[in-house]
């Protein structure tokens, strides 16, 4: 094994492990499109799907089958039919529907069933169950259309899927419902994912689908001015709602993201649109700090806030690889703790992912930015700039008229934002007492 690879891939691994411990015994709801599986990625997504339930996630997997529908229909000479981004399900379609769910049902227990050595399922004991955990009521007549077998979720067994996610089962889904009558009516998988998910009061609701997510701007072509918005507020996505048109196909922008906001302001924590088309999509979603798709949330994951002495052994972590190769001046434990109220930090998920402090000298109305830390995994993203501004309210707060750094390998970023070099005499005489000579540290200073 290359000395390269250990060099990647254990800070690689200890960089997920918060992700592990903060979702064990969280409650993921999937919904998977049939494009998904008409494509050939099922066998990966299930590879993936055991991964994260085998550190602790309990999942509920709700299957799609458009395509496998539409497949039937085509071959029996029947036109698939559609109003309202609903699909009219008339006795052929119905019949076509129930044979697709059970064909898919067969593969996708199949494709959990698989073990052979040196894949990702070796050794892996993923059992599926699937059950009438559904009550469903008919569509009905909307605007003069008849939907005939076409049904919304009436009911969801809550008690039934959650024991059986408590036995360590994945629990499956075809989206279909009965009566009370025992009549079937056949289910979109947004609808059931979206319902189950509400019902069961779900940590994720994520879809995987054909389209990427909403890019930041949502009406612009796809290029690299215009990325996918990883974090959405909820807010932000009702708004953009309002201005869309109804959607009519998936890969309308709006078709998945009404589920999503459907199933945010319902209590569902956070909702995501991923794409299929890109391997282990799943993992990079889930596992990696700014993920891959778009997320909908109901308020910003990334907390920009003062430290508390709870946060200390945070800082520690985060500052450790910066003090070993001389970027920072070391600082012990006992030194943090004793400065934390000078401290900003910016929190994702739990893990703090950048810091600052400020040491103010208000005899000369000016204030040091020290510690200044953002993670390797957050370097890019504005995070910095956060903290800065967040620095500077914090100075103008104690009437200060300007803030300096110290740095000797970093001027050219503070610069860049405002900062100019003056000579270390210029440094209050307080910090000046202090200051290292052999280090031979950059001053730069920031008028407020």
């Given at each position: 094994?290359?000395?390269?690879?250990?060099?990647?891939?254990?800070?690689?691994?200890?960089?997920?492990?918060?992700?592990?411990?903060?979702?064990?015994?969280?409650?993921?709801?999937?919904?998977?499109?049939?494009?998904?599986?008409?494509?050939?990625?099922?066998?990966?997504?299930?590879?993936?799907?055991?991964?994260?339930?085998?550190?602790?996630?309990?999942?509920?997997?709700?299957?799609?089958?458009?395509?496998?529908?539409?497949?039937?229909?085509?071959?029996?000479?029947?036109?698939?039919?559609?109003?309202?981004?609903?699909?009219?399900?008339?006795?052929?379609?119905?019949?076509?529907?129930?044979?697709?769910?059970?064909?898919?049902?067969?593969?996708?227990?199949?494709?959990?069933?698989?073990?052979?050595?040196?894949?990702?399922?070796?050794?892996?004991?993923?059992?599926?169950?699937?059950?009438?955990?559904?009550?469903?009521?008919?569509?009905?007549?909307?605007?003069?259309?008849?939907?005939?077998?076409?049904?919304?979720?009436?009911?969801?067994?809550?008690?039934?899927?959650?024991?059986?996610?408590?036995?360590?089962?994945?629990?499956?889904?075809?989206?279909?419902?009965?009566?009370?009558?025992?009549?079937?009516?056949?289910?979109?998988?947004?609808?059931?994912?979206?319902?189950?998910?509400?019902?069961?009061?779900?940590?994720?609701?994520?879809?995987?689908?054909?389209?990427?997510?909403?890019?930041?701007?949502?009406?612009?072509?796809?290029s690299d001015d215009n990325p996918?918005?990883?974090?959405?507020?909820?807010?932000?996505?009702?708004?953009?709602?309002?201005?869309?048109?109804?959607?009519?196909?998936?890969?309308?922008?709006?078709?998945?993201?009404?589920?999503?906001?459907?199933?945010?302001?319902?209590?569902?924590?956070?909702?995501?649109?991923?794409?299929?088309?890109?391997?282990?999509?799943?993992?990079?979603?889930?596992?990696?700090?700014?993920?891959?798709?778009?997320?909908?949330?109901?308020?910003?994951?990334?907390?920009?806030?003062?430290?508390?002495?709870?946060?200390?052994?945070?800082?520690?972590?985060?500052?450790?690889?910066?003090?070993?190769?001389?970027?920072?001046?070391?600082?012990?434990?006992?030194?943090?703790?004793?400065?934390?109220?000078?401290?900003?930090?910016?929190?994702?998920?739990?893990?703090?992912?950048?810091?600052?402090?400020?040491?103010?000298?208000?005899?000369?109305?000016?204030?040091?930015?020290?510690?200044?830390?953002?993670?390797?995994?957050?370097?890019?993203?504005?995070?910095?700039?956060?903290?800065?501004?967040?620095?500077?309210?914090?100075?103008?707060?104690?009437?200060?008229?300007?803030?300096?750094?110290?740095?000797?390998?970093?001027?050219?970023?503070?610069?860049k934002r405002g900062f100019s070099?003056?000579?270390?005499?210029?440094?209050?005489?307080?910090?000046?007492?202090?200051?290292?000579?052999?280090?031979?540290?950059?001053?730069?200073?920031?008028?407020?």
């Amino acid at each position: 094994m290359s000395a390269v690879f250990n060099f990647t891939f254990v800070p690689w691994f200890r960089s997920v492990a918060p992700y592990i411990h903060k979702f064990r015994n969280q409650t993921f709801v999937i919904g998977l499109t049939g494009e998904a599986i008409a494509a050939g990625k099922l066998h990966s997504i299930a590879q993936d799907l055991a991964l994260i339930q085998a550190m602790g996630v309990k999942i509920v997997l709700v299957h799609g089958f458009r395509p496998q529908v539409n497949e039937q229909l085509a071959a029996k000479g029947h036109a698939a039919k559609y109003s309202h981004g609903i699909r009219i399900t008339d006795s052929v379609a119905l019949d076509c529907a129930q044979e697709a769910a059970g064909q898919l049902r067969y593969e996708i227990e199949a494709a959990f069933s698989q073990g052979l050595p040196n894949t990702p399922m070796a050794g892996a004991t993923v059992r599926v169950i699937s059950g009438n955990f559904l009550t469903a009521r008919p569509v009905g007549i909307v605007d003069g259309v008849d939907f005939q077998h076409s049904g919304l979720v009436r009911k969801v067994d809550v008690a039934g899927i959650q024991r059986t996610l408590d036995m360590g089962a994945l629990v499956l889904l075809s989206p279909f419902g009965f009566s009370p009558t025992g009549e079937a009516f056949n289910l979109s998988m947004e609808e059931v994912a979206t319902s189950v998910a509400i019902e069961l009061r779900a940590d994720k609701l994520i879809f995987l689908t054909e389209v990427q997510g909403i890019r930041m701007s949502p009406t612009e072509p796809e290029s690299d001015d215009n990325p996918i918005d990883t974090e959405l507020p909820l807010a932000d996505a009702q708004a953009l709602l309002a201005q869309l048109p109804p959607a009519q196909q998936p890969t309308d922008t709006g078709f998945y993201l009404q589920h999503c906001v459907k199933a945010c302001k319902a209590g569902v924590e956070r909702s995501h649109i991923l794409p299929f088309a890109v391997d282990g999509s799943l993992l990079l979603e889930v596992y990696v700090h700014d993920g891959i798709g778009t997320m909908v949330i109901d308020e910003k994951l990334e907390e920009l806030r003062e430290a508390t002495i709870d946060d200390v052994g945070g800082i520690l972590q985060l500052i450790e690889p910066f003090e070993k190769d001389g970027t920072l001046v070391k600082r012990d434990r006992t030194e943090i703790e004793r400065d934390i109220a000078t401290y900003t930090i910016i929190e994702h998920d739990g893990v703090i992912f950048g810091c600052a402090a400020l040491y103010p000298y208000p005899e000369a109305k000016t204030a040091e930015m020290a510690a200044v830390t953002v993670s390797p995994q957050s370097q890019g993203t504005g995070d910095g700039e956060k903290l800065l501004k967040r620095i500077e309210q914090r100075a103008r707060l104690l009437g200060l008229d300007s803030i300096f750094v110290l740095t000797t390998r970093t001027m050219h970023w503070f610069i860049k934002r405002g900062f100019s070099p003056v000579d270390p005499d210029w440094l209050p005489d307080a910090r000046k007492r202090k200051y290292n000579w052999d280090r031979k540290s950059q001053v730069l200073v920031k008028k407020l």
